[in-house]
């Protein structure tokens, strides 16, 4: 089955910075890639997606990169704002009705004003 | 824009009872999907259902049963339960019958199980 793997686990910048969080996939069969950011005690929110078929989306500070030959993908925020903190998960899904959603292991992203 | 609906959001329980948790999806969507998240883990998916017939299963113990009725809504029921059942247990669903974009997962605010 599918494997996600996520890094780094947690990530600490200043107000300001750019935080990238990187993530690896094993099923060559996945081809859709949400990103959720979840705050604590709170639901999973969609922040972006990307498919196989992009190589790079981007939305405001926000993008989303995918190499599918090398079976990785990464999310890029820039200008973080301290409502940026928060965990923020990736996950891979077989982009067909139905299919469950995979999830990497998290990374706690701190921003400090 | 309405979105998913579940009940309750808080639940006590004590060992070896049962507990069933309820979720509505959003207007439309046709697929819901269960998960379970246990503190500082990822969710983990337990079973998803598509037009009333259970499409994936994952990592859903026996003692935990589910099913979507004519409207939709979903109930996970959850017996015997174990002081390792206390999570925070998400719904989500999605509109399955069409892909190329309409398989993006929406979740909802999720039932805080305790068990005492």
């Known amino acids: 089955g599918e494997n996600v793997e996520q890094h780094p686990s947690t990530l600490s910048v200043q107000e300001g910075d750019s935080a990238v969080i990187k993530c690896t996939y094993s099923d060559s069969a996945s081809n859709y890639f949400p990103w959720y950011k979840q705050e604590l005690g709170k639901r999973p929110q969609l922040i972006i997606d990307?498919?196989?078929?992009?190589g790079e989306k981007k939305d405001q500070r926000i993008a989303v990169t995918l190499n599918k030959t090398a079976k990785h993908f990464s999310l890029h925020i820039t200008e973080t704002q301290p409502e940026d903190s928060a965990v923020y998960f990736c996950?891979?899904?077989?982009?067909?009705?139905?299919?469950?959603?995979?999830f990497g292991t998290g990374t706690r992203l701190l921003v400090s004003p | 824009a309405a979105g998913v609906i579940q009940s309750p959001r808080h639940l006590i329980k004590e060992k070896r009872e049962t507990a069933t948790l309820k979720c509505y999806p959003i207007?439309?969507?046709?697929?819901v999907y269960w998960y379970q998240q246990g503190p500082g883990q990822d969710p983990q998916f337990l079973i998803s259902?598509?037009?009333?017939?259970?499409?994936d299963k994952g990592s859903i113990p026996d003692r935990f049963s589910a099913q979507q009725f004519s409207d939709y809504h979903s109930e996970l029921n959850m017996s015997s339960l174990e002081l390792g059942d206390s999570a925070l247990y998400f719904c989500a669903s999605s509109l399955g019958s069409l892909a190329g974009g309409r398989d993006t997962q929406y979740f909802g605010p999720g039932t805080r199980l305790t068990v005492l």
């Open positions: 996950a891979a899904h077989r982009g067909t009705g139905f299919q469950k959603l995979v």
């Open positions: 259902f598509y037009e009333k017939m259970q499409s």
């Open positions: 990307i498919r196989s078929n992009v």
């Open positions: 207007p439309r969507h046709d697929t």
